[in-house]
């Protein structure tokens, strides 16, 4: 983090980047199951490509957000330890 400290480069540009490599895998990793469902397990797809791939991209920009928004506001990576009776 001291590195990027240092660099010209902004904090939208450091979030995009620490976020962009997971969405576009999970978007691989979405068109990979549906293949391996289609071809492989001959499941038929009834629906329209655009429509798996807009929703995906919906589901995975609220995940990869909310785990960024957990990342950011959690003072630890054990904190909810101490939450244990």
Known sequence: MEQLIS????????MLGKL?????????DTVLC??????????????????????SAMFLIVVLSMGFLISVVAKGQF???RLRC
């Open 7 to 14: 660099t010209p480069v902004t904090a939208m540009e450091i």
């Open 34 to 55: 549906a293949l391996i469902a289609i071809y492989w397990f001959h499941v038929p797809f009834r629906g329209s490509w655009v429509t798996l791939l807009a929703a």
């Open 20 to 28: 962009a490599p997971y969405f576009v895998l999970g978007m691989f």
């Open 79 to 81: 904190w909810p330890a």
